[in-house]
């Protein structure tokens, strides 16, 4: 079954702390990965995309996050946490014949601490 | 600006009453979703609509009915057969290719509660 994991449902850091948000999944097909943010009580806005190529990518707010297709994994990271960060996280992933219909994960909210 | 719009922001269904929820989209995006957002679960897709006048069921059809009659909107209407639909609604629109890399636009989304 195609599904998506991600194990922590919140997270608090402190601001200036680095930051990993897991994300695990399960996709028969070759699988196109993404990060969403969602602010409350908003829609949800891009991160950063995978399709292929370099298995690290780059986002946008100086987060990454890194493919490892053999732990079927992709895990988003930020070096140094701002307080404007805290929101909830949601990682996706879709099938090269239907990049919009994506299975969301259960989402991570973020807290960051002053 | 190019961009989804949602409305209303707010929405209240009386026991029994079907209500619906606007979706309009000025991208020129082919595709267009419904999303359903309950706490805990993430999002989980209603409908979805490649092109005009055709549209798919996704995981959780049931008690929801979509049009696509202009590919600027795609209203969804929740029906008295949702017996549990408090939740927050959330449309999207991308392009539509296979095998393309295009991405998600999510309008600001629409909180639904039963009165």
């Known amino acids: 079954a195609q599904s998506v994991t991600q194990p922590d449902i919140h997270i608090t850091v402190s601001e200036g702390a680095s930051l990993e948000l897991r994300c695990n999944y399960s996709y028969g097909a070759t699988p196109y990965l993404f990060w969403y943010v969602q602010s409350p009580g908003q829609g949800l806005q891009l991160l950063l995309k995978?399709?292929?190529?370099?298995?690290l990518v780059q986002g946008i707010k100086g987060f990454e996050a890194e493919f490892k297709r053999s732990q079927s994994s992709f895990n988003l990271r930020k070096p140094s946490v701002h307080w404007s960060d805290a929101a909830e996280y949601f990682c996706a992933v879709g099938g090269t014949s239907n990049t919009g219909k994506l299975i969301f994960g259960q989402g991570t909210t973020l807290q960051v601490k002053p | 600006d190019g961009g989804i719009t949602q409305s209303p922001k707010y929405l209240f269904r009386k026991e029994g009453q079907n209500v619906t929820l606007s979706c309009e989209q000025n991208l020129n995006h082919d595709a267009m979703y419904w999303y359903r957002q309950d706490p805990g679960q993430g999002l989980r897709l209603i409908y979805y609509s490649q092109i005009v006048n055709d549209f798919q069921k996704g995981d959780i059809a049931e008690g929801y009915s979509v049009s696509r009659e202009k590919k600027e909107s795609f209203p969804l209407t929740v029906t008295s057969a949702q017996k549990n639909p408090t939740a927050f609604y959330l449309c999207?629109?991308?392009?539509?290719?296979?095998?393309?890399?295009?991405?998600?636009?999510f309008g600001s989304g629409t909180q639904l509660s039963v009165l």
């Open positions: 995978y399709f292929s190529g370099d298995t």
């Open positions: 999207a629109s991308s392009m539509w290719r296979a095998g393309s890399e295009e991405k998600l636009f």
